[in-house]
Structures are given as structure tokens and as C-alpha cells.
């Protein structure tokens, strides 16, 4: 028999009342909503097992989230219950010592482009009389062997276009180097802003607060990760149940089940996946000493109009006739 099992009167209650008193018009108002139709059979308490699960979110886990930076809380954009986008700002630290620095990078950045400009201007402007001194230089070397030229003109030229030559190069080298100091200022920059966006700490995706365990104006230590903020994904629930090993092979993916809190809150679900082995148990009931016994986690999938809440420690019962 599988009532000694734990089998509350209350949750054996409600699991029999669904399945022959209200699984007729559940079956009729399903439609197209989602929601799952019990079968309106009779049920018999040996047809149930029974097993103690957790309710959680269908698509992801609920996600710690947290910081590594040390601090005082600047402010709290979050509050418990609120649906927040991925990248929303949660919490922000003060950040002065990041802000003057993100714009003392700023400034150095700056001032190197407008280095890299004048640099380049310089560069370009003498370019051309570089190619014309040096065009001048080989005329007069032509003139200079058919006798056009004297020595003297000639040479003229030639130290005309060597100095124009070494001011290029010279030019050259400080618009390579203005363009490396740019490079390097540039790169302080994103490094300054990095530090200045770890002050702020963003959704990583989105979802809805659960809990927020800090305030403006707490400080925190430079002692590892902290957690902030609890985020849950917003959409459909699941229920993840222990079933004991004597009982598991009677569960099949597709088999109704009743879920109930112990305040009464209750939702219907379905088998949507089952564990390939067994393992220790971890969840126990209230007050109830965890047995040495070996459990098989079973999913289940609950009707979209479910209003538990996440995290809920709930009592299952999955229709699974001998």
C-alpha cells in the first residue's frame, strides 16, 4: 500500500476531491490555456505517490546576485517583487574616487587626440616640401653635370633637402608616438570606466526580485563575494519532488499530480521529466528526520494559472495507478 508513505489526510483529501469532483471541468475550461486536465477518474489512495518537493522557476534558476567590490551602498534600485530587465541597474556603491578618475582619463585622452592632430598636421604639411626639395636637389645634380649650375648651388640644394628629410622623419616619429600615447590614454579609459561600471551592479538577466538583503548606506567589506540581490526568471513554474525508491518505478513522464503548501495554497501539475538514478534525499518535513533512504527527483510541470510562490516546500501526490 502506498498510503503509509507519509500520505497526509490533507493532500490525500484535496488529490482525491480533484480527480472526481472538479477534473470534469478542468478538462472543459483547458482549451488552449495551458492548463492541465485532470482525469476524471476515481482515484484510490493506493493509484497516488507521494513525495515532498520544492517549487521553482521552469526556465533557469534563481540567480544570487552579487558583488566583489568593497564599499558603501549608494542606493538600492531594487525592490522585492519587482520585474527588472537583463542589464537593469539593482544596486549602485559610491563611486566618486571612479568617477574622478573615468574623467581625469577622459581629459588625458583628449588632450592626446589633439596631440595626434597637430602632430599629423605637421607631418602633412611638410611632406610636400620634403618631395619638392628633394626634386630641386636632383634638377641641380642634372644642371650642375651639363654645366648649368655652379657647386655651390648644387650643394645648396642637397643640404635643402636633407634638412627637409630629417625635419619629415623627425615629424613622423612624434605623430607615431602622439598616436601610441592615444592608444595607451584610450585603453585607460575603458580600464577607468570597467572600475567605474563594477560599482554598479546590473540584472544579469531578466526576472523578479525575491530578496534584497542590503540598504543604502551599508557598507561592505572586502572579504569575497556578497550577495545583494535574489532574482527568480519570470514565466511558468516547476516543481521538483523526491520520490522514494520503492515507489519510483510506478512514475511516468506524462502522469497528473496535486501539489499543496502547508498553508492550503495547492496547483495541479504533470510529469515532465525524471531522474535516470537515485540519490540521498535533501528535502525532509517539518520536524521529520531525514531517513536513510535513496529518492528519485521527479519534474513536474505546473498549470500556468499557479500562484505559488518560489521556493515553496510543497506535498505531491502523482496519479500512478498499479
Not at 173 to 194: I, K, P
Not at 197 to 212: H, K, Q, S, T, Y
Amino acid at each position: 500500500m502506498t498510503c503509509p508513505l507519509h500520505l497526509r489526510p490533507a493532500l490525500l483529501a484535496i488529490v482525491l476531491t480533484s480527480a472526481a469532483g472538479c477534473a470534469r471541468a478542468a478538462a472543459a475550461d483547458a482549451g488552449d490555456t495551458g492548463e492541465i486536465a485532470v482525469a476524471a477518474t476515481d482515484v484510490s489512495a493506493s493509484d497516488l505517490v507521494v513525495g515532498i518537493g520544492r517549487v521553482e522557476p521552469a526556465t533557469g534558476r534563481v540567480v544570487l546576485v552579487g558583488t566583489t567590490e568593497a564599499g558603501r551602498i549608494a542606493d538600492v534600485a531594487a525592490a522585492i517583487g519587482d520585474t527588472v530587465r537583463e542589464g537593469a541597474p539593482l544596486v549602485r556603491l559610491e563611486s566618486a574616487i571612479e568617477r574622478a578618475r573615468t574623467r581625469e582619463a577622459a581629459a588625458a585622452l583628449a588632450e592626446a587626440r589633439a596631440g595626434v592632430h597637430v602632430a599629423r598636421e605637421g607631418w602633412a604639411s611638410t611632406l610636400p616640401r620634403a618631395a619638392y626639395a628633394r626634386v630641386q636637389r636632383e634638377r641641380a645634380a642634372e644642371l650642375f653635370a651639363r654645366g648649368g649650375v655652379t657647386a655651390q648651388e648644387r650643394d645648396a640644394t642637397v643640404a635643402e633637402s636633407e634638412s627637409r628629410d630629417r625635419e619629415l622623419a623627425r615629424l613622423s616619429a612624434e605623430r607615431s608616438a602622439a598616436e601610441r600615447t592615444v592608444e595607451r590614454t584610450d585603453a585607460a579609459v575603458a580600464v577607468a570606466r570597467a572600475q567605474l561600471e563594477r560599482r554598479l551592479v546590473r540584472a544579469p538577466r531578466a526576472g523578479v526580485v525575491l530578496a534584497v538583503d542590503v540598504v543604502a548606506g551599508e557598507a561592505l567589506g572586502p572579504n569575497g563575494a556578497t550577495t545583494l540581490v535574489t532574482l527568480a526568471p519570470v514565466g511558468a513554474l516547476e516543481a521538483t519532488v523526491e520520490i522514494d525508491e520503492l515507489l519510483a518505478h510506478r512514475v511516468r513522464v506524462g502522469q497528473t499530480a496535486t501539489v499543496r503548501t502547508a498553508d492550503g495554497v495547492a496547483a495541479d501539475g504533470r510529469v515532465i521529466r525524471l531522474a535516470p538514478g537515485l540519490r540521498r534525499k535533501s528535502l525532509v518535513r517539518d520536524g521529520g528526520d531525514r531517513e536513510d533512504r535513496r529518492v528519485r527527483e521527479v519534474r513536474l510541470r505546473l498549470s500556468p494559472s499557479a500562484t505559488l510562490l518560489i521556493g515553496a516546500r510543497v506535498d505531491a501526490a502523482i496519479r500512478a495507478p498499479r
